[in-house]
């Protein structure tokens, strides 16, 4: 479909796929996507996990608080709106461009997405439950476990893999106005160079790499997390 | 001696236009086998609920004895409220606030014929199974006061009664307030010591009757058909809830 | 008679908006500019390759790029401005070799012709930057505020970024041209020019050579006429006279004087150099600039 | 609070809010903002609309197929995670610099966030409910009105609200590379002035107004959908 | 005349280790009204499923007699399943393939003394307010085949007779095929025609039994009392299920 495709346009705006696939090789062989890969990698997951674990936290909370909601509201709107750009160039003049910006950066563009979803599911909750809960004296750490987290899970699950996606397109821009290294600096540069064949070899990376994190830890999450299901 | 004294002058929904409850006062002594009768939708459940702590959004007051300031509650609520991410075990070891021996635990799976079942999900169990699970829940956290919304429907004559010895043999080993709200009458002769009727929404205690007939002599049928006939002939004012 | 429409991609606040504006003045012209304004270089680029626009302008490494994977882009000069390597006025700073342990603000990325060069010309006095510096990269903007932040001792950036720090007392070490020369290349070589496609332009020939003479009177006019200047002021977006000064001193330098076969010959010679320097990745695998980069109908 | 920051950083970086009051007045006065805001929230309508549908049609579709699933998960996390610049390019260079490219790039970033949102959604759907339905002769319509839409609230509108915000981000980009008229476009200008006052002006006005769609639009509709709740 | 033909040679769920029902052969005849009983977690629930379209992974084929190919089915659940986000009313509605007078609903609510409810959300409910919608929704179908699982519980005495006279009045009325699960023999034995005690699981058919008295006499509790006792007496293979 593809070479169809690249054939038809026939021009460098769409490569054909041996030329991504060489352009991949060489980048494989020379070191450098590998290490421009692992260097966005590592802020992806440094920032994804300090994004949803407080987005989780700060969601229940919201969610199962009417006043504090109320009250933070206007801010989640707020943060949530806020142009990726503005953040990014925030975060780099007050802190330098420097590596804790970058991932500030990052984590303050995904984190109101990941606390208005959770926020929707914990709104969700089955009442009845939590008052079992409550009957039975589960405590909160209990409840969070046993009750609230497993209602949680399709929102968790919603917000993980949209959030793994927003954080790549997030962390693009980071890396390309503050950084010199990475995906996203490595893109800039292929951009500027208009470049489509190495753009696409170096999607094609990611892609693969996000494809693989979705088989080995998403669905067998998503298949331990529903076995109880009829 | 007075155990829990129950006043509750109002309690509407705050969806509601009348109130559910209006001067409901029931005293319920220690260790006391109460049965509550009353049509459907009075305002058991509610009741239930404010008694659990489940509700506190009522005017009135629930006084506790000095014996338990914090009762603990065993609650079977009228639908099982299982987690359904949780084997049936784990539904039942997850109530209780400490370790008890898994023999505990597997006996009451035992009587209630759920040993097979134990490591099973709720949604792939039968209703009746799931109520039945919901009961052994209630039993093993080794209640206080013991709130029982319609425990037994969905349950075969066979296994009901099978419980029901199982629910009086356990109270009269560890004592403790039992609550039961049913609508069998025989089912409510053959438990209570004391009967308590309640009028339509809002609810109140129209009658309270304590049941003579003596607890060796309660799963005689004609005993309790007579008493039930007894009641239905000398009592008109509970005469609309029969 | 109709006139020839030029499809002309305009980078927002960027010089060529300064002299279209001069040239609409000129209703006699054989030629009619329809004028696409783009954000940024990028999206320049995107526009003329979607057929958007028939002419940006950009750098000839870039055309020279596109023709060898089989485009038939060309590139007409158009300025010679060049980045520059500026420091606070007090700072210990004063060549190349004090750049040694310190940090330098880096626009445009480790690919950046300028940053390139800069290496090569501090190897001839046996410092090697890369390893020497500690390097900050980043957008223009970003970098010119690191160096008011006093994050970055030095900033190596865009031409008109080093004006306005220029402007506001920093000083200028060395530009573009400046390197060039010390890693001996004479000619003035232009950095930036038209870029279109050769095939649209030679049934066009005509338009188009009087469009870029315009275009060249309109500069020229821009540098000598305060009256002109002062009517697109408000283009360079810059409040305070002394910025708008040093803004009309480096572009008016950057005006093209010669461009020859000695100018072109040594745009190859650079090109070498940064090919070898970039270990290929600013130009691509043509070891050599590509014939037809320049066009030559004039 | 901000004053008290302004003052402290003093600089540029972050101005006064007087300074932002001010450059906010002047942009309505002469008209560039409402023009610029204008135009943006055109095209995040538009592709909004378009995102929202299709992607709830397909989520939908997905969650209750689970061959089709399996034969699009693949796509869907290509396309989840494919750079929104690839992406962006691609379009522009496809399709031209036209308004279509640009919206069709918007809606192919927002698209698979949707999509994926809206599956777990479905995957979590009340099957008695769902038995329900079918036992009784619902029909597809009836079904997806009164039994799977209800169900899916909490996750359309954690989709609408984060997709609201993704959609501003990914539309800064789209106007930045290839439009010459909306936020992103100012947005860039100003960044290169780095004039970070009127950066401040244009985003506090794209808040305000999404704030006012939170308000006169989300607030409501999630208030009429929960009215049931107890 | 058969009606309705049902073979099951097997139904295992794919969770299940063991089948849930196997080779059960059961044959309704046209308009019969049949009382399903058998021990909880047996497989009536699975059985009612199957009949009602809504579970097609079983071996074995459900025959329907000439007159309906399609019949139109009221299933009352084992638990209510309403529609929380729509009124009472508005469940009951929703469930009718073309729109009926309103006047059919009003008397229906009436009959169940919900008219008071009918703009309420289900949550609001008690749950025998609720399983008395469920109840109505599915006679409000007027279907060819109305199948039952425990509809009565959770409802009072009073309500429950009310409601068991309507049920055979609407049968009566326009005659149809019913099959109803209770574990109440008393209720089963005043209600059918014919009942049919089914095995714990794997579940069969254990003994299918005519019952004698005739309609106008359903309403003795004596004769119902006499019958039940002699098929106490006089059926060993169904002691177990009583
Ligand atoms: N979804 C399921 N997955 C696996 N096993 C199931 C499932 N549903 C029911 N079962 C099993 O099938 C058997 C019959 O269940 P069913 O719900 O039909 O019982 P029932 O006769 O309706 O019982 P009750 O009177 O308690 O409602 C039970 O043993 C149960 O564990
Ligand atoms: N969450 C609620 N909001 C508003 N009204 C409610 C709510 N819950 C119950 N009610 C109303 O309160 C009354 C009593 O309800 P409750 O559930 O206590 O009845 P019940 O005695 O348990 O009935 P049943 O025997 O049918 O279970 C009913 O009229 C019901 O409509
Ligand atoms: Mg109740
Ligand atoms: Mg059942």
New binding site residues.
Partial sequence: MWQGFAAYLNSNTLPSPETVANVFWQGCVSGQLPFHLGVTLLRLVVSFTIAMLLGCAIGIVLGRNKKLDAFFDNWLVIFLNVPALVTIILCYVWFGLVESAAILAVVINKLPNVIVTIREGTRALDQDLLDMARCYRFGKRKTLVHVIWPQLHPFVMGATRSGLALIWKIILVVELLGRSNGMGYQLHLFFQLFDVASILAYTIAFVAVIQLIELLVLKPLDKKALRWR? | MTDIQININNKTYPTATKPSIANLELSLNSNEFICLVGPSGCGKTTLLNIIAGLDNDYDGEILVGRRHTHPKIGYVFQNPRLLPWRTVRENIELALDRPQPPEVIDALLGAMQLTQ?QQ?YP?????????RVAIIRAFAVDPDVLLMDEPFV???APTARHVRELLLKLWQQRPHTVLFVTHDLREAVALADRLVFLSATPMRAISEIIVPIPRNERNNELAIEAFRQQLLQHHPEIKQLL | AEKTVIRLGVQASGTVDWEVAAIQDNPQADFQLEIQRVANAEAGKIALQSGAVDMIVSDWIWVSSLRATGSDFTFYPYSDTSGALVVAENSPIHSIKDLNGKRLGIAGGELDKNWLLLQALAKQEQLDLNASVEKVFGAPPLISEQIKQNRVDAALTYWHFAAKLEAQGYRQIIDGRDILKGLGIQENVPSLGYVFKESWAMSRKQAINSFFKAGKQAKNQLCISDAAWQKIIPLTKADDLPTQTKLRQRYCEGNIEHWGQEQQQAAGRIYTMLHTLSNKQLTGHSDTLQPGTFWSAE
Avoid: I, T
């Fill in positions: 009829r | 079942a099973v949604e792939r169990l039968s209703l009746g199974m799931s109520r969905s349950l075969d």
